[in-house]
Each structure stands twice: as structure tokens, then as C-alpha cells.
């Protein structure tokens, strides 16, 4: 995806132009853009439960002690809701993902209007498990 808006911010003033079904292929756009995950780190232990999609997410650690976040799912606009998720923590210390209020940086999507809520139901099981992770690395 080139020329693809790489902040939130950027990414919200785009998506608050667009309705409906060019929402849905921003969403489609941004899964496409996130960084490969391999499939050998698509386990059972990297998988986000209550998802109705297959979720994955992998946490790797950078030498400064950024957490960074592999990323994957088998639906294409699930897939844009995990980008939108790991732009809120991305490569952040442990320390400013538990004081980031992902589900307020999420708001303004309006996801749960937007989407069913077999797209959005594992949302917060993801946010719960990003969390979880940047607990055990605060430590």
C-alpha cells in the first residue's frame, strides 16, 4: 500500500471522508500493509481467543525494550482492525502501552457501529492480550 497514511491520525481524518464500503477497504487496505508474520509463529499460543476470525499476535522485544508486535488474521477487514490496534502501541516501552487507553484511541472509528459484531467482538480479547504482554515485560 503506498502513499498509505501511517499514523492514526492520518488514518482517522482519511476514514472520517469515507463511508460505508471505501471504510471497508481502508480497513482491507491497512491489513494488507501490515508487516508479514510467519506462519510458524501461528500457534495456538499466539492465537487471540473470542475472535471470530483466526487472530494471531506475537510480541518480539527490541534491544531498548520496545515491544513490537507481529500480526495476522485470515479475514481481510480483521485484519485492518489489528493494524489500527498495533498503531496505538507499536514499538512502544511496556510502560506506555499499559498507560495508553487503546479502546479511547479506537473510538473515534466508531468500529462497533461501523462493523458487525462478529468483527469487533475480539477486540477487546486482543487489547486484553497486548496489555497482558506489556505487563509481564513492565516487570
Same mark, same amino acid.
Given at each position: 500500500m503506498t502513499d498509505a497514511p501511517t499514523t492514526l491520525d492520518a488514518i482517522r481524518e482519511e476514514y472520517e471522508f469515507l463511508e460505508g464500503d471505501d471504510r471497508y477497504r481502508l480497513l482491507v487496505d491497512l491489513g494488507r500493509a501490515l508487516?508479514?508474520? *510467519?506462519?510458524?509463529l501461528k500457534t495456538d499460543a499466539t492465537l487471540v481467543r473470542g475472535c471470530s476470525a483466526s487472530v494471531w499476535v506475537y510480541?518480539?522485544?527490541a534491544d531498548d525494550g520496545r515491544l513490537h508486535f507481529?500480526?495476522?488474521?485470515n479475514a481481510a477487514i480483521t485484519k485492518g482492525i489489528i493494524a489500527l490496534v498495533l498503531l496505538t502501541v507499536q514499538d512502544r516501552e511496556p510502560a506506555e502501552i499499559i498507560?495508553?487507553?487503546i479502546p479511547a484511541a479506537l473510538? *473515534?472509528?466508531?468500529?462497533t457501529s461501523q462493523l458487525s459484531s462478529n468483527r469487533t467482538q475480539g477486540i477487546p480479547n486482543m487489547i486484553a492480550l497486548i496489555r497482558d504482554t506489556a505487563q509481564r515485560y513492565a516487570a
Open positions: 508487516e508479514a508474520m *510467519p506462519d510458524a510480541p518480539t522485544v507481529l500480526a495476522d488474521s498507560a495508553t487507553d473510538a *473515534p472509528f466508531e468500529l
